[in-house]
């Protein structure tokens, strides 16, 4: 019995260790930092506003923590949100909130490098050896033969380093690891590619943090300052922030995550991943419309770097109507006419940003909630149904 | 929500815990009669052990590096019934606990059984491997929020954790040395790894390994 009585012990002492760690951190979180507003400059004309502002309170009621949502088109301006924006807090999320956009980030990236083709500083056809150093190139399989524009359309080949199993594992392991972008290079060294440069498509995450260093390389300053003087400062985007260092600036919803089945959700504000030239932007969604507003009208690219822009390749596996792939663009195909913009997800958060040519309208869509259910919601509910809603009124 | 596969390491778990300590009860009348004969203490001796270590604990793929940062420290105990023994060779059953700490993501629980086979290369040391199945039991590190279809918001919940099914494999290299007095304890470094499954059914991510590292002391009762 002597064995049994330690074993019990233990179990006793591995209780009190359970209680001891049991520290509630979020009690600490400053929830005063989401009492801020500011004057956006836009007011609610959209005809359809009652249906919006019931679309989004439906979704929360689904099931999202919380968000935020603005459509402008010829008819007029909508915008709301609904949910909460931190249940530590047990605040509302208002639309000036800001949020993670993910890799809607990728538009910024290659509006960006755009930017400085049209300046004459880089060009897209040139291999990305002549602007990054060798200690980075030399561990990418066809470097030499890969150019900027195949990083901007996903045709590089090169390994995505989200794909990479010990990637994702470190991750599991400490969420809260801040990687450099050599460390992140370090997991797709060596790897012989998808395919050979131009042969085929391929999303990868790492196309866009190379496209982020040769920003940095030929710009001459860090991704952060090269963003404030060749996007923020332009275009008055004073809500949105690109700082891979301090990722998450003061004010940013809290972002969950449904890892289980059972639909429990926890915290995953802190959880960095994504945090450079691939999916480190945090906005609102009046800065996100700002942004593609400018693109759209030529206020930050010449029209016919946009239609270089919108240079269509396919998506190897198509989801949700998103078949093609530009640069820096996905290309949404509905029932009711194409758009162009990007999705976009990290852990915590989902995003949209899309333009309807067709009907001259935007959709821009902040989510604080990521995988599982929330996935289902903004896939099925949300980024499936927004057309219809908008626009089958308007079919003849 | 606990799933069959959860079921099944329960049940595995508690069956053959219990088949071991019927064993450890009746193997007691062995330990006296090699206590009786004063033979030099070996851990080969058909008989019960009782260990304990400390153990750093690292999500990665198995035989992932150590050391590892952050240390995500741990406690591990449990006893090893030697079963049968030829020369340098012996079997062994075990039944194992573990407590993992990885601080701000979760705290976990592990009661695994095992069966070991250890070698004795040279009189010093021993070298053994096992394999293993059991039950982890997880609890998150920070405040869980469940949704209330009721009033159609999210409140903050108790976690009572999630339980899932978690084989094992373990090697290990033990030093004994002769003291009577402490139980002619054995120190021990032991390599595991573990998998936890079914990890997340609603992300398609059927499985997660884990590894761990341990440094103990093994006791002859």
Same mark, same amino acid.
Not at chain 1, 110 to 121: C, D, F, H, N, W
Not at chain 1, 352 to 375: C, R
Not at chain 1, 378 to 383: A, L
Not at chain 2, 125 to 145: E, I, K, N
């Given at each position: 019995?002597?064995?049994?009585?330690?074993?019990?012990?233990?179990?006793?002492l591995?209780l009190?260790?359970?209680?001891?760690?049991?520290?509630?951190?979020?009690?600490?979180?400053?929830?005063?930092?989401?009492?801020?507003?500011?004057?956006?400059?836009?007011?609610?004309?959209?005809?359809?506003?009652?249906?919006?502002?019931?679309?989004?309170?439906?979704?929360v009621?689904?099931?999202?923590?919380?968000?935020?949502?603005? @459509?402008?088109?010829?008819?007029?301006?909508?915008?709301?949100?609904?949910g909460?924006?931190?249940?530590?807090?047990?605040?509302?999320?208002?639309?000036?909130?800001?949020?993670?956009?993910?890799?809607?980030?990728?538009? *910024?990236? $290659?509006? /960006?490098?755009?930017?400085?083709?049209?300046?004459?500083?880089?060009?897209?056809?040139?291999?990305?050896?002549? *602007?990054?150093?060798?200690?980075?190139?030399?561990?990418?399989?066809?470097?030499?033969?890969? &150019?900027?524009?195949?990083?901007?359309? =996903?045709?590089?080949?090169? *390994?995505?380093?989200?794909?990479?199993?010990?990637?994702?594992?470190?991750?599991?392991?400490?969420?809260y690891?801040?990687?450099?972008?050599?460390?992140?290079?370090?997991?797709?060294?060596?790897?012989?590619?998808?395919?050979?440069?131009?042969?085929?498509?391929?999303y990868?995450? &790492?196309?866009?943090?190379?496209?982020?260093?040769?920003?940095?390389?030929?710009?001459?300053?860090?991704?952060?300052? $090269?963003?404030?003087?060749l996007?923020?400062?332009?275009?008055?985007?004073?809500? !949105?922030?690109?700082?891979?260092? =301090?990722?998450?600036?003061?004010?940013?919803?809290?972002?969950?995550?449904? /890892?289980?089945?059972?639909? +429990?959700?926890?915290? $995953?504000?802190?959880?960095? /991943?994504?945090?450079? $030239?691939?999916?480190?932007?945090?906005?609102?969604?009046? +800065?996100?419309?700002?942004?593609?507003?400018?693109?759209?009208?030529?206020?930050?690219?010449?029209?016919i770097?946009? !239609?270089e822009?919108?240079?269509?390749?396919d998506?190897?596996?198509?989801?949700?109507?998103?078949?093609k792939?530009?640069?820096?663009?996905? *290309?949404?195909?509905?029932?009711?006419?194409g758009?162009?913009?990007?999705?976009?997800?990290?852990?915590?958060?989902?995003?949209? /940003?899309?333009?309807?040519?067709?009907?001259? &309208?935007?959709?821009?869509?902040? @989510?604080?909630?990521?995988?599982?259910?929330?996935?289902e919601?903004? +896939?099925?509910?949300?980024?499936?149904?927004?057309?219809?809603?908008?626009?089958?009124?308007?079919?003849? | 929500?606990?799933?069959?596969?959860?079921?099944?390491?329960?049940?595995?778990?508690? %069956?053959?815990?219990?088949?071991?300590?019927?064993?450890?009860?009746?193997?007691?009348?062995?330990?006296?009669?090699?206590?009786?004969?004063?033979?030099?203490?070996?851990?080969t001796?058909?008989?019960?052990? %009782?260990?304990?270590?400390v153990?750093?604990?690292?999500?990665?793929?198995p035989?992932?590096a150590f050391?590892?940062?952050?240390?995500?420290?741990? #406690?591990?105990?449990?006893?090893?019934?030697?079963?049968?023994?030829?020369?340098?060779?012996?079997?062994?059953?075990?039944?194992?606990?573990?407590?993992?700490?990885?601080?701000r993501?979760?705290?976990?629980?592990?009661?695994?059984?095992?069966?070991?086979?250890?070698?004795?290369?040279?009189?010093?040391?021993?070298?053994?491997?096992?394999?293993?199945?059991?039950?982890?039991?997880?609890?998150?590190?920070?405040?869980?929020?469940?949704?209330?279809?009721?009033?159609?918001?999210y409140?903050?919940?108790?976690?009572?954790?999630?339980?899932?099914?978690?084989?094992?494999?373990?090697?290990?290299?033990?030093?004994?040395?002769?003291?009577?007095?402490?139980?002619?304890p054995?120190?021990?470094?032991?390599?595991?790894?573990?998998?936890?499954?079914?990890?997340?059914? #609603?992300?398609?991510?059927?499985?997660?390994?884990?590894?761990?590292?341990?440094?103990?002391?093994? #006791?002859?009762?």
């Amino acid at each position: 019995m002597k064995q049994k009585a330690i074993l019990f012990k233990f179990l006793i002492l591995s209780l009190i260790l359970l209680k001891s760690t049991c520290m509630v951190e979020s009690e600490m979180m400053d929830c005063s930092q989401y009492n801020y507003a500011h004057n956006h400059g836009h007011s609610i004309n959209h005809p359809q506003s009652a249906v919006l502002d019931q679309f989004i309170k439906e979704k929360v009621r689904l099931g999202l923590v919380g968000v935020s949502m603005m @459509v402008a088109s010829p008819q007029g301006t909508w915008y709301g949100a609904a949910g909460k924006v931190s249940l530590e807090c047990g605040k509302d999320f208002q639309p000036s909130h800001y949020s993670r956009i993910g890799s809607i980030t990728k538009t *910024y990236t $290659a509006v /960006m490098i755009l930017r400085l083709s049209e300046l004459g500083i880089v060009n897209l056809d040139d291999s990305i050896t002549k *602007y990054l150093p060798g200690r980075i190139t030399d561990e990418i399989a066809h470097a030499s033969v890969i &150019t900027i524009r195949q990083l901007l359309n =996903h045709t590089s080949g090169i *390994y995505s380093y989200t794909d990479i199993l010990s990637f994702g594992l470190d991750l599991l392991n400490n969420p809260y690891q801040l990687n450099s972008e050599e460390d992140l290079l370090k997991y797709i060294s060596g790897k012989p590619g998808y395919f050979l440069p131009g042969e085929s498509m391929h999303y990868s995450n &790492t196309n866009f943090l190379l496209l982020g260093l040769i920003v940095e390389n030929a710009y001459g300053k860090n991704l952060k300052n $090269a963003f404030v003087d060749l996007l923020k400062t332009p275009l008055s985007l004073n809500h !949105t922030f690109l700082d891979p260092d =301090h990722m998450i600036p003061e004010g940013t919803s809290q972002g969950y995550l449904n /890892m289980d089945s059972n639909g +429990d959700i926890t915290n $995953a504000t802190d959880y960095l /991943m994504g945090q450079y $030239a691939d999916g480190g932007i945090v906005a609102n969604v009046f +800065d996100m419309y700002t942004f593609m507003n400018s693109l759209v009208n030529g206020a930050i690219l010449l029209p016919i770097t946009l !239609t270089e822009m919108k240079t269509w390749v396919d998506v190897e596996q198509p989801e949700f109507g998103l078949t093609k792939y530009g640069l820096g663009l996905r *290309y949404w195909s509905t029932p009711y006419g194409g758009a162009y913009g990007h999705t976009g997800g990290s852990w915590g958060y989902l995003a949209e /940003m899309f333009y309807f040519p067709d009907h001259d &309208t935007y959709f821009i869509l902040l @989510v604080n909630g990521s995988l599982g259910k929330f996935n289902e919601i903004v +896939d099925f509910e949300i980024h499936k149904k927004i057309p219809e809603l908008l626009f089958s009124s308007l079919v003849p | 929500m606990m799933n069959k596969g959860m079921w099944v390491g329960i049940l595995f778990t508690f %069956i053959f815990t219990g088949s071991v300590f019927s064993v450890s009860e009746t193997s007691e009348k062995t330990v006296q009669e090699s206590n009786e004969k004063r033979k030099p203490a070996k851990l080969t001796n058909k008989t019960l052990y %009782i260990k304990f270590g400390v153990s750093s604990f690292r999500t990665s793929m198995p035989f992932g590096a150590f050391p590892a940062k952050p240390v995500y420290p741990g #406690i591990t105990g449990g006893v090893n019934y030697s079963f049968w023994q030829k020369g340098i060779h012996s079997g062994d059953t075990g039944t194992n606990g573990y407590y993992i700490h990885q601080m701000r993501i979760r705290r976990f629980f592990i009661l695994n059984q095992t069966i070991g086979y250890q070698i004795w290369p040279l009189r010093f040391f021993y070298l053994h491997c096992d394999l293993g199945a059991g039950w982890m039991h997880s609890f998150y590190d920070q405040p869980v929020y469940a949704f209330d279809s009721g009033t159609g918001q999210y409140e903050q919940k108790r976690d009572y954790g999630r339980s899932y099914f978690s084989p094992s494999m373990g090697l290990e290299m033990g030093f004994p040395f002769k003291s009577p007095w402490l139980g002619n304890p054995a120190v021990y470094i032991k390599y595991e790894t573990f998998l936890q499954m079914p990890y997340s059914q #609603i992300n398609n991510i059927p499985v997660i390994p884990g590894t761990l590292l341990t440094l103990g002391v093994k #006791i002859k009762l």
